[in-house]
Nanobody
Framework: EVQLVESGGGLVQPGGSLRLSCAAS????????LGWFRQAPGKERDFVAA????????YYAASVEGRFTISRDNAKNTMYLEMNDLKPEDTAVYYC???????????????WGPGIQVTVSS
C-alpha cells in the first residue's frame, strides 16, 4: 500500500522556522514528482511548492517564494519543506503529494499524505 506521511508540524511564533518531512513507501519514489499543498480553515487547498523527479526543477507559490525551500532525498524516499520567516497566514494543514506528471495542479497528484497542522501564532 502506497503511503505518504508528513511530520515536523506544530506551533511556532511569527518569524520562526519549521521543517516538514514527508516519508514515502510502497512506490518508486524517484520516478515521481512531489509537491506540498496546504489548506487553511474555510479555504480551498492551495499549491505551496513542487519538485520534479530529478530535483532539478523547483516551483513555488508566490506567497512562499524566498521563505520556503523544497527538497528531496531519493535515497531516503523523503521530501522536505524548510519553512522560514513564518507568518500567521501560513497557518494551515500541510499535505505532501506525489504525481507521475509534471504539474503543480493538485487534481493531477496520485498519492496524498493525511496532512499535518502548522500553526503560526504568538
Amino acid at each position: 500500500e502506497v503511503q505518504l506521511v508528513e511530520s515536523g508540524g506544530g506551533l511556532v511564533q511569527p518569524g520562526g522556522s519549521l521543517r516538514l518531512s514527508c516519508a514515502a513507501s510502497a512506490f518508486t519514489f524517484s520516478t515521481y514528482g512531489l509537491g506540498w499543498f496546504r489548506q487553511a480553515p474555510g479555504k480551498e487547498r492551495d499549491f505551496v511548492a513542487a519538485i520534479l523527479r530529478d530535483g532539478g526543477h523547483l516551483y513555488y507559490a508566490a506567497s512562499v517564494e524566498g521563505r520556503f525551500t523544497i527538497s528531496r532525498d531519493n535515497a531516503k524516499n523523503t521530501m522536505y519543506l524548510e519553512m522560514n520567516d513564518l507568518k500567521p497566514e501560513d497557518t494551515a494543514v500541510y499535505y505532501c503529494a506525489a504525481t507521475s506528471r509534471t504539474t503543480t495542479m493538485g487534481e493531477f497528484y496520485d498519492y496524498w499524505g493525511p496532512g499535518i497542522q502548522v500553526t503560526v501564532s504568538s
